[in-house]
């Protein structure tokens, strides 16, 4: 069994569980929560693709 990343588990289960007759992720409080968790894991992700970057002598631009 292949593991899945933790935004890939945490979106399908917002897809397909549901409470109240309508699936979780239309609540808005929950996805608030999952956008707020997309853009820190944006966030790293161009933080570590910077961090490489400068340390193969490319200039960073801001």
Do not use: V
Request: proline fraction near 5%; hydrophobic fraction near 35%; aromatic fraction near 4%.
């Amino acid at each position: 069994m292949q593991r899945r990343p933790p935004w890939t588990r945490c979106s399908s289960t917002a897809r397909t569980r549901e409470a109240f007759g309508r699936p979780i992720g239309n609540f808005q409080s929950l996805a608030h929560a999952m956008a707020d968790l997309q853009t820190e894991i944006d966030s790293a992700r161009l933080l570590a693709h910077r961090a490489a970057r400068s340390g193969s002598g490319e200039a960073l631009h801001s």
